[in-house]
Nanobody
Framework: QVHVVESGGGLVQAGVSLRLSCAAS????????MGWFRQAPGKSREFVAG????????RYADSVKGRFTISRDNAKNTVYLQMNSLKPEDTAVYYC?????????????????WGQGTQVTVSS
């Protein structure tokens, strides 16, 4: 079983950058697809970005494509989400998740292990 813990959230102004980190433990990190999701108040949880086991393939939601970058360091058991040009609509709780799938999927149901989330608030 994998345990994931997010960090790096905060309150920032629109236009700035923020980097989220997710540290994993309890499993073989390199055998899991990793993803970032977010959930804004009153909305359902949505896919933000995902990265393959090796880090060679990534997938993004259209709303963040070109602004966010997901990466992973298998030696450190950590996945990152670099968020640039933040907008107020990026405000949400951001969750890290691990999946035992073979490919990067954008579906909540595909992910087996979830963190507690980290709040990102972007002011205008």
């Amino acid at each position: 079983q994998v345990h994931v813990v997010e960090s790096g959230g905060g309150l920032v102004q629109a236009g700035v950058s923020l980097r989220l980190s997710c540290a994993a433990s309890g499993g073989i990190f390199s055998t899991y697809v990793m993803g970032w999701f977010r959930q804004a108040p009153g909305k359902s949880r949505e896919f933000v970005a995902g990265v393959s086991k090796s880090g060679g393939r990534t997938r993004y939601a259209d709303s963040v494509k070109g602004r966010f970058t997901i990466s992973r360091d298998n030696a450190k058991n950590t996945v990152y989400l670099q968020m640039n040009s933040l907008k107020p609509e990026d405000t949400a709780v951001y969750y890290c998740a691990a999946a035992r799938t073979q490919t990067v999927l954008p579906d909540v149901w595909a992910y087996d292990y979830w963190g507690q989330g980290t709040q990102v608030t972007v002011s205008s």
